[in-house]
């Protein structure tokens, strides 16, 4: 099994970022989070992090054919982005919506997920551990 992690814009600033919204928890620990957990259930992970939209549209379309799943937390480009949005319909690879807030009870404009429309599953609010049940979900077969 082999799992892509993607982070968009800002997900690199974790830590200093509202942390009452994000958690004090920095983007390399998140990181080592991931990569100990995909570790202990012998999962092949790679992780990105770009603030650049067609960065992250290219990421996506170079998993074709090489990933098992894709675990997404587009940030901002979540409200606004269909260019990402096609990208994972493009590659009909898994895909799950992955937010460390609880995004369904913050601003309005972030009650838009256009990413939403391709994932096979989305996890809100469950802070950075929602990444390891995303991982989880894709290896266990969903």
Known sequence: ????????PN?????????????KETYKDLI?????????KNIEVK??????EGDLVDEIQNAYGNFDGIVINPGAYTHTS???????????????????????????????????????KTITGHGTDGYL??????SEGR
Do not use: W
């Open 82 to 120: 269909i260019a990402i949005l096609d990208a994972v319909k493009s590659v009909y690879i898994p895909t799950v919506e992955v937010h460390i807030s609880k995004v369904e009870e913050r601003e309005d404009f972030r009650q838009i997920s256009y990413i939403r429309l391709g994932c096979v």
């Open 1 to 8: 099994m082999k799992i892509l992690v993607i982070n968009g």
């Open 47 to 52: 992780t990105y992090q770009s603030n650049h």
């Open 11 to 23: 997900i690199n600033m974790l830590g200093i970022r509202e942390p009452q919204h994000y958690g």
């Open 133 to 138: 049940e995303a991982i989880d979900f894709l």
């Open 32 to 40: 080592e989070k991931i990569e100990k957990h995909c570790e202990e």
